[in-house]
């Protein structure tokens, strides 16, 4: 049963809808013209091979353009001059706008935003916004990816849940799997990015770039304080802060030594106190 604070008072929810009778079928006619060009746009496509979860529930723009044996989810808005090529999953509520080119065989799951973008053959995208860039092939980015305009993914990289590219170019089979931050830098191929790197491209009043050469790995935990460089096969062990170049092939490591300091815990009575807490 309802809750009273939902009632109005304790009076009905909801009622008539009250306003000049021309107004109203002045409303209704015009959304019953948007919903019947909707559907005639979508009709054209299905006759060319498109697929519909319901041709009532898509918006697709007459400028666009798309493959047959696309498949196009309900709620999803392709505006633009957008292009899809054939054999594509578009998922449910998934926006693409602009002028977009998505290649053949790509999953652009639900929920994504793809605004001006050039997305090669075999990309998968999960959740996630991309804006003014490109991906290349058999990449897959997601879920819940950032990559904003300027940047430039290379073919099979993984650019992975939350995790950010911005004016950056990252070359082929780069893998940046988790949590991670990636602006104005320029990375090779075959480079591995741990999770929780920062590229630190910003000073307060400029923003600098950095360059990572091929086949570098990348701890996690790692500040790269631009502008650096780091060469080809290099290694960044975790929890570093780079500031000066790394050459190619060197290990970089910044960090204090460990020690273990024994019954320190029983001296403090740290457990104690919390077990005792806890029971009491």
Same mark, same amino acid.
């Given at each position: 049963?309802?809750?009273? #604070?939902?009632?109005?008072?304790?009076?009905?929810?909801?009622? #008539?809808?009250?306003?000049?009778?021309?107004?109203?079928?002045?409303?209704?006619?015009? $959304?019953?013209?948007?919903?019947?060009?909707?559907?005639?746009?979508?009709?054209?496509?299905?006759?060319?091979?498109?697929?519909?979860?319901?041709?009532?529930?898509?918006?697709?723009?007459?400028?666009?353009?798309?493959?047959?044996?696309?498949?196009?989810?309900?709620?999803?808005?392709?505006?633009?001059?957008?292009?899809?090529?054939?054999?594509?999953?578009?998922?449910?509520?998934?926006?693409?706008?602009?002028?977009?080119?998505?290649?053949?065989?790509?999953?652009?799951?639900?929920?994504?935003?793809?605004?001006?973008?050039?997305?090669?053959?075999?990309?998968?995208?999960?959740?996630?916004?991309?804006? #003014?860039?490109?991906?290349?092939?058999?990449?897959?980015?997601?879920?819940?990816?950032?990559?904003?305009?300027?940047?430039?993914?290379?073919?099979?990289?993984?650019?992975?849940?939350?995790?950010?590219?911005?004016?950056?170019?990252?070359?082929?089979?780069?893998?940046?799997?988790?949590?991670? $931050?990636?602006?104005?830098?320029?990375?090779?191929?075959?480079?591995?990015?741990?999770?929780?790197?920062?590229?630190?491209?910003?000073?307060?009043?400029?923003?600098?770039?950095?360059?990572?050469?091929?086949?570098?790995?990348?701890?996690?935990?790692?500040?790269?304080?631009?502008?650096?460089?780091?060469?080809?096969?290099? $290694?960044?062990?975790?929890?570093?802060?780079?500031?000066?170049?790394?050459?190619?092939?060197?290990?970089?490591?910044?960090?204090?030594?460990?020690?273990?300091?024994?019954?320190?815990?029983?001296?403090?009575?740290?457990?104690?106190?919390?077990?005792?807490?806890?029971?009491?």
């Amino acid at each position: 049963m309802l809750n009273d #604070d939902f009632k109005g008072g304790g009076g009905e929810i909801g009622g #008539d809808i009250e306003g000049d009778s021309g107004d109203i079928e002045g409303i209704e006619r015009a $959304y019953a013209e948007k919903a019947s060009g909707r559907r005639r746009v979508n009709l054209s496509f299905a006759l060319r091979g498109v697929e519909f979860f319901d041709l009532e529930q898509a918006s697709i723009e007459e400028g666009a353009r798309i493959g047959a044996g696309t498949y196009i989810g309900p709620g999803a808005i392709i505006a633009g001059a957008a292009s899809i090529g054939a054999g594509c999953t578009i998922g449910q509520g998934t926006i693409i706008a602009g002028a977009t080119s998505i290649g053949a065989g790509c999953a652009i799951g639900q929920g994504c935003r793809i605004e001006g973008c050039e997305i090669a053959d075999g990309v998968t995208v999960e959740h996630s916004v991309l804006t #003014d860039s490109s991906v290349g092939a058999d990449t897959h980015v997601g879920p819940f990816a950032y990559v904003r305009p300027g940047s430039r993914i290379g073919c099979r990289c993984k650019i992975g849940d939350f995790v950010e590219v911005k004016n950056s170019v990252l070359g082929d089979d780069v893998k940046v799997s988790h949590l991670t $931050y990636i602006g104005d830098s320029d990375l090779g191929s075959g480079i591995n990015v741990g999770c929780g790197v920062v590229f630190v491209n910003y000073d307060g009043r400029d923003k600098h770039r950095s360059t990572v050469g091929d086949g570098a790995f990348i701890g996690c935990n790692v500040n790269i304080v631009s502008p650096v460089r780091i060469g080809p096969g290099a $290694y960044i062990a975790a929890g570093g802060t780079v500031v000066r170049d790394v050459p190619a092939g060197a290990l970089f490591v910044a960090r204090d030594r460990g020690r273990s300091i024994e019954g320190w815990v029983e001296r403090r009575g740290l457990l104690k106190s919390r077990l005792k807490k806890k029971g009491g």
